[in-house]
């Protein structure tokens, strides 16, 4: 498992500088967590409930800021 969250951690850092804010930052690493993770259906409302996002608009909002993806 530490390995797997590893890999994670290194796939988030190379993507990380792609977004100009912290906040679109964290919310990428925790759509790659609910999207590699246990949640049951990966759709937006279900990822963004995993993420303790209140509104499904952050998580969405948070991805339009990545430059060049």
């Given at each position: ?35 590699l993770g246990a949640v049951a259906r990966k759709n ?26």
């Amino acid at each position: 498992m530490r390995a797997w969250a590893a890999g994670l951690e290194a796939v988030h850092a190379r993507i990380a500088g792609r977004f100009a804010r912290a906040e679109p930052r964290r919310r990428a690493l925790a759509y790659l967590r609910g999207l590699l993770g246990a949640v049951a259906r990966k759709n937006g409302w279900q990822l963004a409930e995993h993420a303790g996002e209140a509104r499904l608009f952050a998580m969405k909002r948070g991805h339009g800021d990545a430059e060049g993806m």
